[in-house]
Nanobody, 122 residues
Framework: QVRLLESGGGSGQAGGSLSVSCAASRKLYYMGWFRQAPGKEREGVAIISSSGSTTYAESVKGRFTISRDNSKNTVSLQMGSLTPEDSAMYYC???????????????????WGQGIQVTVSS
């Protein structure tokens, strides 16, 4: 069984920065982050493969940076230039392979963290 434990997040100001981190019990090829705001669908934010390839949602490109440490089975997301629309529960997700080729599709992932809150005030 894969365990994913998130940390970080919290509250921040618009224009500021926050980060979230995830520690996995074992290495998975694809690791990254999704988010879900109340009343909205879960959406992909950023994914990174074990080889370092990345995919970002258009809404966060240029503002968020994903990284991973394969020796520690961790993945982190640095979130900058925050806006209130970034407020959501952020979920760490991981899996070994993606059948559709869409790295940002929630249904492609079998392993999920419990979620961690990010709140951005204006």
């Amino acid at each position: 069984q894969v365990r994913l434990l998130e940390s970080g997040g919290g509250s921040g100001q618009a224009g500021g920065s926050l980060s979230v981190s995830c520690a996995a019990s074992r290495k998975l090829y694809y690791m990254g982050w999704f988010r879900q705001a109340p009343g909205k669908e879960r959406e992909g934010v950023a994914i990174i493969s074990s080889s370092g390839s990345t995919t970002y949602a258009e809404s966060v490109k240029g503002r968020f940076t994903i990284s991973r440490d394969n020796s520690k089975n961790t993945v982190s997301l640095q979130m900058g230039s925050l806006t209130p629309e970034d407020s959501a529960m952020y979920y760490c997700a991981a899996d070994e392979w993606i059948s559709s080729g869409d790295w940002l599709r929630p249904s492609e992932y079998d392993h999920w963290g419990q979620g961690i809150q990010v709140t951005v005030s204006s």
